[in-house]
């Protein structure tokens, strides 16, 4: 029997709205503002969160001698076309160079590392 149920998943971010937008533009959603937060409600009925902090350092990807601390699997129907949306919102490449896998690595507009995915 569960503990607990995920309630959210959040990310630190210097710029909560403008990475609430990027997200929102890759899945959907309605996003909810507070002062430094926004939930963004998606429409499966989860909730991704971004919290503003000053300090923040975003994750180093590949790091050898230092964690990229989680990152976020999105499946797709299709790696090129998902791709091109992506960099569209804002996106940057990690690790696209070989297309034969079926999932290619980016970084958000704050840094956080995610990979699209074929089912």
Known sequence: MAL???????????????????????LGG???????WVDLLLPDGRTLAFQESSGYVPPRWPAQDGSQQFHLDLTVADLDTAEKAVLELGARPLDTADRSRTWRVYADPAGHPFCLCTG
């Open 30 to 36: 309605t996003p909810v503002e507070e002062k430094d």
């Open 4 to 26: 607990a149920e995920l309630g959210a998943v959040v990310l630190d971010c210097p710029d909560p709205r403008a990475l609430a937008g990027f997200y929102a533009g890759l």
